[in-house]
């Protein structure tokens, strides 16, 4: 079956950083969009990261300059590197695929910043 997981989450501590991965497995990589979502208890589900398949990237504007995506062909992995976190960087962290037919979710990964 089609997949995505996540690692490399954790604890860090305000102003660290800290590099999500995403390794993705028995989809055609390259028909793919990829992006990281984030979700705080009670809220909704939010785009951090997006990634087209020719390394295009768009950023949401409260990560922009802070964080950075990245996609590894080879070995079908999506990055996302984290710096200069702050505690509203907290939250579970998923992955995404999407081609023009399918929609493919990880299971997520918690990212907590402390003061």
């Known amino acids: 079956q089609v997949q995505l997981v996540e690692s490399g989450g954790g604890l860090v501590q305000a102003g660290g950083n800290l590099t999500l991965s995403c390794a993705a497995s028995?989809?055609?990589?390259?028909?793919?969009?990829m992006a990281w979502y984030r979700q705080t208890p009670g809220g909704q589900r939010a785009l951090v990261a997006r990634i087209t398949s020719d390394s295009r990237a768009n950023y949401a504007n409260s990560v922009k300059g802070r964080f950075t995506i990245a996609r590894d062909s080879a070995n079908q992995i999506t990055y996302l590197e984290m710096n200069n976190l702050a505690p509203e960087d907290t939250a579970v962290y998923y992955c995404?695929?999407?081609?023009?037919?399918?929609?493919?979710w990880g299971q997520g990964i918690q990212v907590t910043v402390s003061t």
């Open positions: 995404n695929g999407a081609s023009v037919t399918r929609d493919i």
């Open positions: 028995k989809i055609n990589f390259r028909l793919y969009t």
